[in-house]
């Protein structure tokens, strides 16, 4: 079992940053890819960010593209989003998850979930 706990959301006016971080414990966190998803109000889920196991390569949505970026620090068992220039339709909650399997931008080949950090962004 990994244990995944997001925090760092927040309410937040149009153009601002935030940082999500995502806290993991349990197996051992360099097994797995890493990823971000939301699911804005009324929405599906939708992939926003991933890493492979050991950072070195990164994906991104195409909205999350050049102003999100993911990290991650196997010493320390954490992933995190760095979001710039926040939109209003950024708003939705974030999920962290870890995939021990590949089609690491797939919601479906992810075990474990974080229980979500809300994010509203206001014009």
């Known amino acids: 079992q990994v244990q995944l706990v997001e925090s760092g959301g927040g309410l937040v006016q149009a153009g601002a940053s935030l940082n999500l971080s995502c806290a993991a414990s349990?197996?051992?966190?360099?097994?797995?890819?890493m990823a971000w998803f939301r699911r804005p109000p009324g929405s599906e889920r939708e992939f926003v960010a991933a890493?492979?196991?050991?950072?070195?390569?990164?994906y991104y949505s195409n909205s999350a593209t050049g102003r999100f970026t993911i990290s991650r620090d196997n010493a320390k068992n954490m992933v995190a989003l760095q979001m710039n220039s926040l939109k209003v339709e950024d708003t939705a909650v974030y999920y962290c998850?870890?995939?021990?399997?590949?089609?690491?931008?797939?919601?479906?080949?992810?075990?474990?979930w974080g229980q979500g950090t809300q994010v509203t962004v206001s014009s």
């Open positions: 998850a870890a995939t021990n399997l590949g089609g690491i931008t797939i919601a479906n080949m992810y075990d474990y």
């Open positions: 349990g197996r051992t966190f360099s097994n797995y890819a």
């Open positions: 890493t492979t196991r050991s950072g070195g390569t990164t």
